[in-house]
């Protein structure tokens, strides 16, 4: 089913200054691919690059992908867009737009190159699910007027246009839908649970858990996102997806409050905040698909996981 890695191909990665990006950056560079990543630092940054510059396999070019891009490259990863509520509640016009725009400029490139394209989905198409877990067959539960829809609307309407440049134009697609993923290079303050608490309890601070704390997460941490990314879009052409990756182990907030307080140590107490409007109840992936098609399986536990980013958080804040 997989394909052979192709050598010597240059990569387009947008949002390749991000969290995942950055990961993805490092991993086709390791396999000897030439990487050209794009970015507008809206909620990335130079420093998570920073040790690629001067590689001869690497570029950088600041670009904002809701303006047109003419570049050649031979496959494309799409990732651009914030991913934290904080971050993408900040400007929603132009998360949708960022989504939506950028969707069909990337896939108007992939179009004019015959470029295989991947886009970076989410478990958020399924809004707040009735289903549990969810499978790809499910359609979900999505407010469109909410505070979350310029991200889950906007996401939900990037796959339609993939769908619909493979059906009209026949564009080599993957759809990727990504499931909670935390890890190093997490912004310190994008406000998104793992990197609130572990930052939270380093600093000693009161841990914040959103209502009471009975919602459930699943937690994949980013070397095997980033896996399951390569292997999607190295898989046989006729497979489109949509594909859930993500790490089946679900969580309630109070036990991921817990176990970081665990493993950071400390004076924190926990405290608890109003509980966001549409935030989901439960979220756990079923990957039947990605373990069948692609042979994904994820392997890091969370406490090993948080072991990885609470070192990350620890240097970075002593620098
Ligand atoms: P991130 O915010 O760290 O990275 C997104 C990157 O996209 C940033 O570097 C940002 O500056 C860049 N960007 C935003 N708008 C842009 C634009 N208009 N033009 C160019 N660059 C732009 O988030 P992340 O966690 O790395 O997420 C990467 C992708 O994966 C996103 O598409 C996100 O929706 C998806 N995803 C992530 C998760 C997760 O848990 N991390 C879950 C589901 C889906
Ligand atoms: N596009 C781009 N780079 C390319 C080719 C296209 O950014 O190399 C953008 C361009 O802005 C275009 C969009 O992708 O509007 C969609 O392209 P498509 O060919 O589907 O449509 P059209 O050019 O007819 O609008
Ligand atoms: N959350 C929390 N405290 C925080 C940040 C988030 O209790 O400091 C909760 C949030 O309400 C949600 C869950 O943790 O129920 C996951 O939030 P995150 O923003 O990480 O991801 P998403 O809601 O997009 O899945």
Same mark, same amino acid.
């Given at each position: 089913m997989i394909d052979d890695v192709q050598d010597g191909h240059k990569v387009l990665v947008t949002g390749g200054a991000g969290f995942l990006g950055s990961h993805l950056c490092?991993?086709?560079?390791?396999?000897?691919?030439?990487?050209?990543?794009?970015? *507008?630092?809206?909620s990335g940054s130079r420093a998570n690059v920073a040790h690629l $510059?001067?590689?001869?396999?690497?570029?950088?070019?600041r670009h904002d992908v809701t303006f047109p891009l003419y570049v050649e490259v031979s496959r494309i990863f799409n990732l651009a867009c914030p991913a934290s509520p904080v971050h993408y509640q900040f400007d929603p016009v132009q998360t949708t737009k960022t989504s939506v725009h950028g969707a069909i400029n990337m896939l108007g490139l992939a179009k004019?190159?015959?470029?295989?394209?991947?886009?970076?989905?989410?478990?958020?198409?399924?809004?707040?699910?009735?289903?549990?877990?969810?499978?790809?067959?499910y359609w979900g539960r999505v407010n469109p007027i909410g505070i979350r829809s310029c991200y889950n609307e906007g996401?939900?309407?990037a796959e339609t246009l993939f769908f619909d440049y493979?059906?009209?134009?026949?564009?080599?697609?993957?759809?990727?839908?990504?499931? *909670?993923?935390?890890?190093?290079?997490?912004?310190?303050?994008?406000g998104r649970v793992i990197s609130n608490f572990v930052v939270q309890a380093i600093k000693g601070e009161p841990i914040t858990i959103y209502g009471d704390g009975s919602q459930t997460r699943s937690f994949c941490y980013v070397d095997?996102?980033?896996?399951?990314?390569?292997?999607?879009?190295?898989?046989?052409?006729? $497979?489109?997806?949509?594909? *859930?990756v993500g790490n089946p182990k679900e969580f309630t907030m109070m036990e991921v409050a817990e176990l970081v307080l665990r493993l950071v140590g400390g004076k924190?107490?926990?405290?608890?905040?109003?509980?966001?409007?549409?935030?989901p109840r439960q979220r756990m992936p079923d990957i039947d698909l990605a373990g069948k098609v692609l042979d994904w399986h994820p392997r890091v536990p969370l406490e090993e996981g948080l072991k990885e980013t609470i070192a990350y958080f620890h240097k970075l804040f002593a620098s």
């Open positions: 490092d991993r086709l560079i390791e396999r000897g691919q030439d990487v050209l990543c794009v970015d *507008n630092f809206y $510059f001067g590689h001869a396999r690497f570029e950088l070019l004019r190159l015959s470029a295989r394209i991947l886009q970076a989905s989410t478990s958020e198409v399924y809004g707040d699910p009735d289903v549990h877990p969810q499978p790809e067959s996401k939900r309407c493979w059906r009209q134009h026949q564009v080599e697609i993957k759809v990727m839908r990504i499931f *909670n993923t935390y890890g190093p290079r997490m912004h310190p303050s994008d095997d996102m980033v896996d399951g990314m390569l292997r999607l879009m190295d898989s046989s052409a006729d $497979f489109t997806g949509p594909v *859930n924190s107490k926990i405290v608890h905040k109003p509980l966001p409007a549409d935030d």
